[in-house]
């Protein structure tokens, strides 16, 4: 299996902060990333896929970069709604592996 | 509008069967995949496996192979997940996904699933 590693497990930052997530591949997955944000109680929502491509209808302060093994998710002015966690999704070979998450406090 | 529906919260006792299911509508069922993700209390998520409505061809993660069965009956556009005899460590959130391409674009809303004597 990949195994996807991200960074931070858990941060706190302030509304108006730019964030930066990152997520690191076992192996070269090219560019088969996508992002998952999950509020508590809810399912997860698709973010980001294909490592930049913004999901129609999410707000264009998030946006992600890197290919290879080494992935970024950026939310460029932090709003109270984006408290959340957060997870990376390696879509490059069966079975599509998650990181472990991380989680955003506002 | 896309829609995956998910059966209610269910509670068993360790060695019991159960199968909990998917069903959804606004879409052409057939055309797309659907995953299973596991999520424990408190903790992340866990890729399952994946079925096609169309033909039943199923893969799952070698993590998960032997101890679910994941089925689907396109007559009635639901997806299925299912386990023979039930341990206490199968106590999670279940999420069934569209897949769309390379992405998981919509998620059922979840059942919770508690094992406990």
């Known amino acids: 299996d990949i195994q996807m590693t991200q960074s931070p497990s858990s941060l706190s930052a302030s509304v108006g902060d730019r964030v930066t997530i990152t997520c690191r591949a076992s192996q070269n997955i090219n560019i088969y990333l996508n992002w998952y944000q999950q509020k508590p109680g809810k399912a997860p929502k698709l973010l980001i896929y294909a490592v930049s491509s913004l999901q129609s209808g999410v707000p264009s302060r998030f946006s992600g970069s890197g290919s290879g093994t080494d992935f970024t998710l950026t939310i460029s002015s932090l709003q109270p709604e984006d408290s959340a966690s957060y997870y990376c999704q390696q879509s490059y070979t069966i079975p599509y592996t998650f990181g472990q998450g991380t989680k955003l406090e506002i | 509008e896309v829609q995956l529906v998910q059966s209610g919260a269910e509670v068993r006792e360790p060695g019991e069967s159960l199968k909990i299911s998917c069903k959804g509508s606004g879409y052409s069922f057939t055309s797309y995949w659907i995953g299973w993700v596991r999520q424990m209390p408190g903790k992340g998520l866990e890729w399952m496996g994946i079925?096609?409505?169309?033909?039943?061809?199923?893969t799952y993660s070698p993590s998960f192979e032997g101890q679910v069965t994941i089925s689907a009956d396109k007559s009635v556009s639901t997806a299925y997940l299912q386990w023979s005899s039930l341990e206490a460590s199968d106590s999670a959130m279940y999420y069934c996904a569209r897949r769309n391409g390379g992405t998981d674009d919509y998620w059922g809303q979840g059942t919770l699933v508690t094992v406990s004597s």
């Open positions: 079925i096609h409505p169309r033909d039943s061809h199923t």
